[in-house]
């Protein structure tokens, strides 16, 4: 057991210039590469374009897109792959994978709600704060950061970010106050 849970810890180190972050992460959903590019992405969220364009989400390491079964190429070069369950270490900048992906339903997030109508004083405050963070974006990327959704509520800010560890969720309290934070990859 303790072997096993060594080898699994070496194939979940990142580089040394990345964070180590430990455990294993999941989610269900299509992979898409777009056209010109060769990273292949764990899809968030999609354009609408039809043939689609890419996606944006998190990067994918450790699959060939082409290989796996329901995979469509595009005549604009956009390569997508049916639904995978997809199971990895997050690095800090990518979902490598160490399970094969499986073949899943399509599952729909939880549904949107149309934005309540705040006070005056509320929705201003709510809109400082999130300026705040467009205008700290390099910085955060530069601390490992990627936020993947933002969304205000009065004066309280919400993230999306892949992976919502310790140090993630200190790093933006510190910045912005209490803040909500969620993880789109969930712990196995």
Known sequence: MGIAMLLLAGSCGASPLRRQLS???????????????????ACHLMPLPMPPIGCGGVEVRGVDALRLPGTRRYPNGTVETATFRLVGCWDGSALVL?????????????????????PA????????????VLADSDELRRLGIQIMELSTDGDSVTFLVPVADRRTIQILQQRYGPVEVTGWLQPV
Do not use: C, D, F
């Open 121 to 132: 004083e509320a929705t201003k405050r709510a809109l400082a704060a999130q300026q705040r």
């Open 23 to 41: 455990g294993l992460y999941t989610v269900t959903t299509v992979m898409m590469t777009a056209p010109g590019k060769q990273t292949l992405i």
């Open 98 to 118: 160490t399970e094969s992906p499986m073949a899943a339903q399509s599952q729909s997030g939880p549904p949107r709600t149309e934005p309540s109508h705040l």
